[in-house]
């Protein structure tokens, strides 16, 4: 069964830096758009960047635009976030969640998330 | 940007039928995806593309999209029902995908 599994969550002081990974496994992650979403304690879910299959596409939320970068590793099964300029207010879990296998799909597959607390 | 728009809360007696809406400007030509968020978990996607059930998906709960708003019934509601449910389309204008603030169902 699809599992899709984030790691790399933890406090950070504000400017600082984290990079999230989500290793995913039972299907074929190559043929996958994939996303970060997160959601800060108490509120509602916010896309932050997405993903093409062959990394041609990629797109990110203004909130992050600059500061953070996504990439993936076909051969290793992975999707990754570089988090930079960390501010408190990306205080959140962070999801990861496969986009299916062509634009303007849905969210099909979730991981468990991360939490990553940005505090000094 | 395109904006969704859910109510905050909705209530519904054990039993009874739930209807959660989302509005968006002429949101009956997009397609609508449901997310459901129980307490302390991932959210898992309950409906796609305005009606469709993912498999494992009970048939109690179901969709429907047109005009200015989009739906998400759910018949003989259970405890288990409760949740935040979210719904999801795609801006195309901007080619980014757009979140609901979310709606809590409360099953009394």
């Known amino acids: 069964q699809v599992q899709l599994v984030e790691s790399g969550g933890g406090l950070v002081k504000p400017g600082g830096s984290l990079r999230l990974s989500c290793a995913a496994s039972?299907?074929?992650?190559?043929?996958?758009?994939m996303s970060w979403i997160r959601q800060a304690p108490g509120k509602g879910l916010e896309w932050l960047s997405y993903?093409?299959?062959?990394?041609?596409?990629?797109y990110y939320a203004d909130s992050v635009k600059g500061r953070f970068t996504i990439s993936r590793d076909n051969a290793k099964n992975s999707l990754y976030l570089q988090m930079n300029s960390l501010r408190a207010e990306d205080t959140a879990v962070y999801y990861c969640?496969?986009?299916?296998?062509?634009?303007?799909?849905?969210?099909?597959?979730w991981g468990q998330g991360t939490l990553v607390t940005v505090s000094s | 940007s395109y904006v969704l728009t859910q109510p905050p809360s909705v209530s519904v007696a054990p039993g009874k039928t739930a209807r959660i809406t989302c509005g968006g400007n002429?949101?009956?030509?997009?397609?609508v995806h449901w997310y459901q968020q129980r307490p302390g978990q991932a959210p898992v996607m309950v409906i796609s593309?305005?009606?469709d059930r993912p498999s494992g998906i009970p048939e109690r709960i179901s969709g429907s999209n047109s005009g200015n708003t989009a739906a998400l019934t759910i018949t003989r509601v259970e405890a288990g029902d409760e949740a935040d449910y979210y719904c999801?389309?795609?801006?195309?204008?901007?080619?980014?995908?757009?979140f609901g603030g979310g709606t809590k169902l409360t099953v009394l």
């Open positions: 002429n949101i009956g030509i997009k397609s």
């Open positions: 993903i093409s299959d062959s990394e041609n596409t990629i």
């Open positions: 999801q389309v795609w801006d195309t204008i901007s080619d980014l995908p757009v």
């Open positions: 039972g299907f074929t992650f190559s043929d996958y758009w």
């Open positions: 593309y305005d009606k």
């Open positions: 969640a496969r986009t299916g296998t062509m634009a303007f799909s849905n969210f099909d597959s």
